[in-house]
């Protein structure tokens, strides 16, 4: 059965000091990997899509990357305002499947 | 910019009672989506549909229907409450490619079930 792990549930991080999520996934025939951002009593926001190993892309303070097996959200120099739940999502030919998330908080 | 709006915020129902929960988007998107978000676990997939008159089951469609109408309306409800439908809901919205672009989400609806 297709799985999406994210790792670690929570994450406290001071200001500036940069960290990364961790999302792996089973699932044959990879078809996107999917990064959202969740504010508390919102809906998930799309930040990114990925579609083969390798690629790269980013906004603002935020770096996604992917490999056959995992994704990585890298966070540079953080802010308070970075604080969110942040979802990885796969899809293959049929299906879109969604980890549970990792919370963020950043401290000032 | 409306984007996908979910009515209502909040709803306490009592066990059995049933509900319509309303998800209406103005992108002019063919995909929607119902899904329910539960602590500790991911977004999981109640019902779907492809376009206007269309519908199909998701991960977790037990205990509740779907009806598309319109284009722009996907609406969810449930017949029979129980308290294991204490949830938040998201509705969310894709063009044809299917989430090419992600999912638009609306911003969810909490539904308590006594």
């Known amino acids: 059965e297709d799985q999406v792990t994210q790792s670690p549930e929570a994450l406290r991080l001071q200001e500036g000091e940069s960290s990364s999520l961790n999302c792996s996934y089973t699932?044959?025939?990879?078809?996107?990997l999917f990064w959202y951002r969740q504010d508390p009593g919102k809906g998930p926001e799309f930040l990114f899509t990925?579609?083969?190993a390798g690629e790269e892309k980013e906004k603002e303070r935020l770096k996604a990357t992917l490999t056959k097996k995992e994704s990585f959200l890298h966070i540079t120099a953080p802010k308070p305002e970075d604080s969110a739940t942040y979802l990885c999502?796969?899809?293959?030919?049929?299906?879109?499947?969604f980890g549970a998330g990792t919370r963020l908080t950043v401290k000032p | 910019n409306a984007g996908v709006t979910q009515t209502p915020k909040f709803r306490v129902l009592k066990t059995g009672q049933s509900m319509t929960l309303l998800c209406a988007q103005d992108?002019?998107?063919?995909?929607m989506y119902w899904y329910r978000q539960d602590p500790g676990m991911g977004l999981r997939l109640i019902h779907y549909?492809?376009?206007?008159?269309?519908?199909a089951k998701g991960e977790v469609p037990d205990g509740y229907n779907v009806s598309r109408l319109k284009k722009q309306n996907f609406l969810l409800g449930l017949e029979s409450a129980a308290p294991s439908q204490t949830s938040v809901y998201f509705c969310?919205?894709?063009?044809?490619?299917?989430?090419?672009?992600?999912?638009?989400f609306g911003s969810g609806t909490r539904l308590t079930v006594v």
């Open positions: 969310a919205s894709s063009s044809r490619d299917r989430g090419f672009y992600g999912y638009t």
């Open positions: 699932v044959s025939g990879l078809r996107g």
């Open positions: 990925l579609y083969s």
């Open positions: 999502a796969v899809r293959d030919n049929n299906d879109m499947r």
């Open positions: 992108m002019n998107h063919e995909y």
């Open positions: 549909s492809v376009g206007e008159g269309t519908t």
